[in-house]
């Protein structure tokens, strides 16, 4: 048996894939629980509806959960054939991950619908400066911070391994809300949106400088719901209904949705939108 969202995904979907069993029994162990599930789908541009993400709070439980979550993203590596390079091997063993400037310990999987690369993922989120833990990571795996970033503003640091190696670093940084506007060209097929997020947080690549994002974290999920409503991505709602059936206590709700940022223009007919797994209401 694996996590309740396991068990229910599984349910909802019996075409969902093996290599989801795998990732639930290594990373959400019963001898260190996460703290945190997160479920999130691609919708459009390759769709990839399993993919799971689970966070362990290294703040609040201290070093040794950081140095149980690395442990166990190279085990991931090893199980599941992703080629996770010495370098960031030595790194996540490291006391680097369990400094006080980082908040959580993120371990995530992606297996594509399609096919393609099942992509391992381990990130870092951060609450105090992260100068000296980004610059260790990147210069484990020999890169330099994308030109006009700064590391010290970095909130979330990302890795995605595949069975090639490592396929990119992201850097993440938290936007001003205020600022976001003189941003976005097509800002008519967004605005009720950005007006409903709490937090809006930009995403830049490393390898491909080219590919970046906006994440909207959303103030309501109905807001969210009736937005993804109404843009086409309805799809993803009936597939968290789903899941939602066979959970008991708890379900899945919709709290933010990533865009690609193109020549500065938000695009909006694909995206990715995550769910985060949570008490019901009277559960």
Request: hydrophobic content about 45%; proline content about 5%; glycine content about 10%.
């Amino acid at each position: 048996m694996g996590t309740e969202l396991l068990e229910a995904l599984r349910a909802a979907d019996p075409l969902a894939p093996a290599v989801l069993e795998a990732f639930d029994g290594i990373v959400a162990r019963s001898d260190g629980l996460p703290d945190f599930y997160e479920h999130s789908m691609r919708v459009g541009g390759g769709e990839s509806p399993y993919r799971f993400t689970y966070y362990f709070d290294v703040h609040r439980r201290g070093a040794a959960v950081a140095h149980e979550a690395g442990a166990r993203f190279v085990q991931l590596g090893a199980e599941l054939g992703l080629a996770v390079p010495s370098s960031l091997r030595d790194f996540v063993h490291s006391a680097t991950p369990a400094g006080d400037e980082v908040l959580q310990v993120v371990l995530g999987i992606e297996a594509p619908r399609d096919g393609s690369d099942l992509r391992g993922k381990y990130y870092l989120v951060f609450r105090g400066n992260p100068e000296r833990c980004v610059r260790d990571l990147l210069g484990a795996l020999g890169l330099e911070p994308a030109v006009g970033t700064r590391p010290e503003k970095v909130y979330i640091v990302g890795v995605d391994v595949t069975a090639g190696g490592v396929d990119d670093v992201k850097l993440y940084f938290r936007l001003e809300s205020r600022l976001v506007p003189n941003l976005i060209e097509n800002l008519r097929d967004v605005a009720d949106l950005l007006a409903a997020s709490r937090e809006i947080v930009f995403q830049q690549c490393i390898r491909r400088p080219e590919r970046r994002q906006m994440y909207l974290h959303a103030r309501s999920t109905a807001l969210l719901s009736e937005w993804l409503a109404w843009r086409g991505f309805e799809g993803a709602l009936d597939r968290a209904r789903a899941i939602n059936s066979h959970l008991h206590g708890s379900r899945i709700e919709p709290w933010i949705l990533s865009l690609a940022y193109d020549r500065r223009r938000l695009v909006v007919r694909a995206g990715t939108v995550y769910f985060h797994l949570a008490r019901a209401v009277g559960g």
